[in-house]
């Protein structure tokens, strides 16, 4: 059974609208990320967090805002979206160790228009 | 800042050859993780193998790497490429000083041909 699961899978919008990815993991883990696949770029951080409540800056984090309302859930929000958020986006979990393992769930493909 | 350098984007063999993926990372801390992580076609990254001490080696079906500090590697390697390690191949840091996050490269893809 996935222990971190996205929605949606996919999704379409067009510019200037406004989505929501949603993300929960099942670990028990303190910290959640969220991530966006680029040919050429890899794995960016966008956002991530280690607690209900708090939220820490990434590393490509314009134009996105993100939400941890419980442990289990992690929100990434796109309020205008552009062409250049055409991405896949992954969410991820870890443990605080500093050997951490991220668990990656399937990941959202989202185009924007 | 703490940055990983994976200079191949595409790595293509046939099966059989040896497998090296090169992966250098810049970070002014000393405690650093090295991480692999792979990536198969629709579905998720996961953890492939992870740093040890300085200069020890560690494996994971049947793939290696070992971390040296002296030149910040972190190669991964494999003696005989198979068709089913064709993937997407991350690594990855965490520095000391990274808040827990991990930084990644821009990956290498690895097509294994017959």
């Known amino acids: 059974e996935a222990a971190v699961t996205q929605s949606p899978r996919n999704k379409v919008t067009v510019t200037g609208g406004n989505v929501t990815l949603s993300c929960r993991q099942t670990?028990?883990?303190?910290?959640m990320y969220w991530y966006r696949q680029d040919t050429g770029h890899g794995l960016r951080l966008i956002h991530y967090s280690y607690g209900a409540g708090n939220l820490q800056i990434g590393d490509v984090p314009d134009g996105y805002k993100a939400t941890r309302t419980t442990q289990e859930d992690f929100f990434l929000l796109l309020e205008l979206a552009s062409p250049s958020q055409t991405s896949l986006y992954f969410c991820a979990s870890s443990d605080s160790t500093s050997q951490n393992t991220l668990y990656f769930g399937a990941g959202t493909r989202l185009s924007v228009l | 800042g703490d940055s990983v350098t994976q200079t191949e984007g595409l790595v293509t063999l046939t099966e059989g050859l040896p497998v090296m993926l090169n992966c250098t990372y810049q970070t002014i801390y000393s405690n650093a993780f090295l991480f692999w992580y792979v990536h198969y076609l629709n579905e998720s990254p996961w953890l492939l193998l992870r740093?040890?001490?300085?200069?020890k080696r560690t494996e994971h079906q049947g793939f290696h790497a070992t971390l040296h500090k002296s030149s910040s590697s972190f190669h991964l390697q494999k003696s005989s490429a198979q068709l089913s390690d064709s993937a997407l191949y991350y690594c990855?840091?965490?520095?000391?000083?990274?808040?827990?996050?991990?930084?990644f490269g821009t990956g290498t893809l690895l097509s294994v041909k017959p």
């Open positions: 670990n028990s883990h303190n910290y």
């Open positions: 990855a840091l965490r520095g000391g000083g990274s808040g827990n996050k991990l930084i």
């Open positions: 740093s040890s001490t300085d200069n």
